[in-house]
T-cell receptor, first 118, second 113 residues
Framework: SAVISQKPSRDICQRGTSLTIQCQVD?????MFWYRQQPGQSLTLIAT?????????ESGFVIDKFPISRPNLTFSTLTVSNMSPEDSSIYLC???????????????FGQGTRLTVV | KQEVTQIPAALSVPEGENLVLNCSFT??????LQWFRQDPGKGLTSLLL?????REQTSGRLNASLDKSSGRSTLYIAASQPGDSATYLC????????????FGAGTTVTVRA
């Protein structure tokens, strides 16, 4: 398993400002994942963060809006930039741990960051 | 592209009743399926992981079955308690989608005392 510490757990921010979310894992992992969960909806993958390289963003998400850092194998940050009320969501970081062979991995999540933009 | 559906969207039962939560997916070419619990405004807690070669997994009062050929999984929670009230999500890891997880929208469960 993996234990993930994510902070802040929640924040209320003014529009036009930025918020950086931190994610710390208790073991070294190759990839870390950032998801968004808009109110009443399921999870959408924002990007995959690899240590030592640029993050890979999913369609509809761009680096200017969601810059990601991955300085080492246990830590990552996601910044939500120039926020608007539409960015109000729960943001979650995740890691995947192999179960037996490398193709069968189990996903573990942080506690989530509940962001409200006013 | 994999699509995951969870029906019903919400469920309310009296304490002690067994819960049955359904998850269906459109592409049977999967590596595994995972069930999660989410409390309001919080992250996801992994409940059970079923690999594609398995038919079911059990953990305490929880039992999850997988019928890959028909694209279905069911999560059973025995003797429900008010503490089981939460949203339950299933996620499928597909072979044809760059190994990414596809999530259902969840079933929100309320167990009445």
């Amino acid at each position: 398993s993996a234990v993930i510490s994510q902070k802040p757990s929640r924040d209320i921010c003014q529009r036009g400002t930025s918020l950086t979310i931190q994610c710390q894992v208790d073991s070294q992992v190759t990839m870390m994942f950032w998801y968004r969960q808009q109110p009443g909806q399921s999870l959408t993958l924002i990007a995959t963060a690899n240590q030592g390289s640029e993050a890979t963003y999913e369609s509809g998400f761009v680096i200017d809006k969601f810059p990601i850092s991955r300085p080492n194998l246990t830590f990552s940050t996601l910044t939500v930039s120039n926020m608007s009320p539409e960015d109000s969501s729960i943001y979650l970081c995740s890691v995947e741990v192999p179960q037996g062979d490398s193709l069968n991995t189990e996903a573990f999540f942080g506690q989530g960051t509940r962001l409200t933009v006013v | 592209k994999q699509e995951v559906t969870q029906i019903p969207a919400a469920l309310s039962v009296p304490e002690g009743e067994n819960l049955v939560l359904n998850c269906s997916f459109t592409d049977s070419a999967i590596y595994n399926l995972q069930w999660f619990r989410q409390d309001p405004g919080k992250g996801l807690t992994s409940l059970l992981l079923i690999q594609s070669s398995q038919r079911e997994q059990t953990s305490g009062r929880l039992n999850a079955s997988l019928d890959k050929s028909s694209g279905r999984s069911t999560l059973y929670i025995a003797a429900s308690q008010p503490g089981d009230s939460a949203t339950y999500l299933c996620a499928v890891r597909s072979m044809d989608d760059d190994y990414k997880l596809s999530f259902g929208a969840g079933t929100t469960v309320t167990v009445r005392a």
